[in-house]
């Protein structure tokens, strides 16, 4: 999958958008699967744009530059349908945050534990910020109407994953603490 798909997918969600809310919603703080640079973003759009894949209206702004809004195309929906017949690779986990627990007997121990601290301060501002997107998508409504709404269901789906997926990070964050801060006492 490339970035391309995921702003398609994103477009398809939140409907016709500028590139700047699009950006916003690829951050780490608020990224649910996919998390870029706004200058991929925008130089990714632009290829879209020139691909077919998406349309742009110009909006007149007083006293802020013309704001280009982005709508998903008849072509950016055939491309996300080839996207998803071609199935997608299996997920490699590559984390730096690994790579400083698992060499923690090499490492000084406080960097480690600071920067665990901080990935759980972060998992948690997450967390918080999806159970809101959570409350929003539910409004009163059981799974099964989510789930029976086309437009709900997959970004609904996809939050699931990332409630999960935050929800671990800090289990596991707060584990690593536990051991290392206690292995650090005994010594």
Known sequence: MALRHALLATLLTVGE????????????????????????????????EAAGLV???????????????????????AELEANARDGAKPVAIRDE???MVQSVAAA???????????????????????ERLEAKYRAGRSDA???ADERVAG???????GLSF?????????????VLEREGDDA
């Open 55 to 77: 349309s742009t209206r110009v909006v007149v702004q007083e006293r802020r530059p013309d704001k280009r809004m982005l709508t998903i195309t008849d072509a950016g929906l």
């Open 97 to 99: 945050m690994m790579v």
């Open 145 to 147: 109407a989510l789930y």
């Open 17 to 48: 958008s500028s590139g700047y809310d699009l950006a916003k919603e690829f951050t780490p703080e608020r990224a649910t699967f996919w998390v870029a640079s706004p200058q991929q973003i925008y130089r990714e759009l632009d290829g879209m």
């Open 108 to 130: 000084d121990r406080v960097a480690v534990c600071t920067a665990v601290r901080d990935r759980l301060d972060a998992s948690r501002r997450k967390l918080a910020h999806y």
């Open 155 to 161: 970004p609904y789906l996809t939050l699931l994953r």
């Open 166 to 178: 935050e929800r671990e990070n800090i289990a596991w964050s707060e584990t690593v603490l536990r």
